[in-house]
Nanobody, 122 residues
Framework: VQLQASGGGAVQAGGSLRLSCAAS????????MGWFRQAPGKEREFVSA???????TYADSVKGRFTISRDNAKEMVYLQMNSLKPEDTAVYYC?????????????????WGQGTLVTVSS
């Protein structure tokens, strides 16, 4: 599978962005898809995941502000980010795992996109 993330950019605090992840692969609908992010000087962290049934999970830091969704027909995963904060500044990656559920462990994800940069200014 190949993953291509897009939609990043620069926005002021309180603004919104929608990230997209295009996936290739006939069995896309079977996999859990996740979003992770890595801020400068920090380790990569989990943001959100959605499984084949549409069940979702979120990091506490984004709960209530971010929404993950998927369109299996288009083989796309989205991350709608509202009420953005400067601490959301990071490179955002989409990823796929063959493990069922909505896991937050990045070590279980075996395919990664190239990342898209989100910069939130105060």
């Amino acid at each position: 599978v190949q993953l291509q993330a897009s939609g990043g950019g620069a926005v002021q605090a309180g603004g919104s962005l929608r990230l997209s992840c295009a996936a290739s692969g006939r069995t896309f609908r079977s996999y859990t898809m996740g979003w992770f992010r890595q801020a400068p000087g920090k380790e990569r962290e989990f943001v959100s995941a959605i499984n084949r049934y549409g069940e979702t999970t979120y990091a506490d830091s984004v709960k209530g502000r971010f929404t993950i969704s998927r369109d299996n027909a288009k083989e796309m995963v989205y991350l709608q980010m509202n009420s953005l904060k400067p601490e959301d500044t990071a490179v955002y990656y989409c990823a796929r795992t063959r493990v069922s559920g909505v896991g937050a462990n990045d070590k279980t994800y075996d395919a990664w996109g190239q990342g898209t940069l989100v910069t939130v200014s105060s």
